[in-house]
């Protein structure tokens, strides 16, 4: 029987061995999207059902059986799909239809997937909540006047509510840490080139994005990392292959609880209280939790951030640059700082970076991972464009809210967002747990067993009905 918030892994092996038909799975999954998409709009571009249906039909004939066999997903809607509209949530691309899909998306795609729709973002990515002018907000299932975050909000409020068993997400400022948090599932982003992004336009200058899973534990982040991971010949940067599955115990860890980070990230009441809780189900596993004192300025690490981002953030809206009075307000303002920068302001963004590098690596020597809240704050009002302070101390831009993931950000590190419980209002959050480069599996397998012992996603549905 198809359970919407059972394990993706058991899910995918039913519909592999035949225990369920990929009709069926189509058949629940729509009605449910049917139900309760309305109210959250976190699936759009949905596809018509007849031909839904049909690709459903082909793959229960098909004799070869791929990882994601008969899977139901929306991809988010800063990739493109073959033959459906990928708008990045902006008027100018409205009209947008991709006649290939990016890299991931034919992995996935090759492994068995049906694509019944995107999931929402916001416009071109900018910002942690989920609003644009084409499809409009994403709704919190735990709170319908709240923000789900982003920018993969659609992505999380999908999981959160059962639409979907597993999602693709993207992060290069907590946009898979943040909805994972404020949606009571799993996010996870990669070591940087772990899934090597889409081979075009520049392939060298910024590594700040990536690619990541979510789902609703680590176990099912692994399977769907193992598509979507691997080299590519066209990206040079890319890392080699590692297969995640099967995650092993994780073995007793060392583990650094960063905080606030000496009072350099403000965080609203009950944040820091949630995460030091969560912590104690990893202590009570055998892990070994130290609080750490801050290991490096919070401002040089910001400095470097913003202009590596904005660096970053410009080289992809550049081709709208005849069109700026149509773009949003913070994507002009990121298009104006990266196109503004001297090759000096560049340097020294990248020295900073290398200095936090140079101390990282002294951490990673002495702990396996670091911890950190995966956002500042609660879920704030669904039309608030974003928070303009927290606890009194006024944000100097459209995404200092969010300075919390910057640390891990800025290096390319992997890290795993998971749930950590509810607050005072009965909206969740989470925190980030991170570790050096290449730690991947050691990072799935923590928060798997994390997971066992939990089990937010699934013991805490939101109230839908």
Request: hydrophobic share 45%; proline share 8%.
């Amino acid at each position: 029987m198809y359970d919407p918030y059972g394990s993706a892994s058991d899910l995918v092996e039913q519909l592999r061995s035949g225990a369920l038909s990929a009709v069926s799975v189509m058949q629940a999954t729509l009605d449910r999207v049917d139900a309760l998409n309305p109210g959250l709009n976190a699936i759009v571009a949905l596809r018509p059902r007849a031909e839904l249906m049909a690709e459903a039909e082909a793959a229960d004939r098909a004799e070869d059986r791929g990882a994601l066999h008969g899977l139901p997903m929306a991809i988010k809607d800063l990739a493109n799909v073959k033959g459906l509209a990928s708008t990045q949530g902006s008027p100018l691309l409205s009209d947008f239809v991709p006649d290939q899909d990016d890299l991931f998306v034919a992995r996935l795609r090759a492994a068995g997937a049906i694509f019944i729709g995107k999931s929402n973002t916001p416009e071109f990515g900018l910002g942690s909540h989920t609003f644009n002018p084409v499809y409009g907000a994403t709704r919190n299932p735990f709170g319908l006047d709240r923000s789900c975050g982003g920018s993969s909000g659609g992505a999380g409020v999908a999981l959160a509510a059962g639409l979907v068993a597993l999602a693709d997400g993207s992060d290069m400022m907590g946009s898979l840490r943040n909805p994972a948090g404020w949606n009571n599932v799993y996010g996870f982003r990669p070591s940087w080139g772990l899934v090597p992004a889409e081979p075009a336009g520049d392939l060298f200058l910024h590594p700040l994005s990536t690619l990541g899973p979510m789902a609703r534990s680590p176990e099912d982040l692994a399977l769907l990392l193992d598509v979507m991971s691997g080299p590519d010949p066209r990206q040079p940067l890319a890392r080699a292959r590692q297969e995640m599955l099967p995650l092993s115990q994780a073995a007793p860890l060392r583990l650094g609880w960063l905080g606030d980070w000496g009072g350099a990230f403000p965080m609203e009441p009950g944040i820091l209280e949630s995460c030091e809780a969560a912590l104690s189900h990893l202590s009570n596993q055998g892990h070994r939790i130290e609080a750490l004192a801050p290991p490096f300025s919070a401002e040089q690490i910001w400095e470097a951030w913003i202009t590596l981002r904005s660096f970053a953030v410009a080289a992809g809206l550049r081709a709208f640059g005849d069109r700026r009075e149509e773009l949003k307000d913070t994507a002009i303002w990121e298009l104006d700082r990266g196109l503004s920068f001297r090759a000096r302001d560049i340097q020294r963004a990248s020295d900073l970076r290398s200095n936090w590098q140079r101390r990282a690596a002294q951490l990673f020597a002495s702990y396996d991972a670091l911890v950190l809240p995966a956002a500042q704050c609660w879920p704030f009002p669904l039309d608030q464009d974003y928070p303009r302070e927290i606890n009194g101390l006024a944000m100097d831009s459209y995404h200092r809210w969010m300075q919390v993931v910057t640390p891990v950000s800025l290096l390319g590190l992997p890290a795993l967002a998971v749930p950590t419980g509810f607050g005072a209002t009965g909206l969740p959050n989470g925190m980030q747990i991170f570790a050096a480069q290449g730690q991947d599996r050691t990072l799935l397998a923590l928060g798997q067993s994390y997971h066992q012992t939990t089990q937010w996603p699934q013991r805490h549905p939101p109230p839908l009905g």
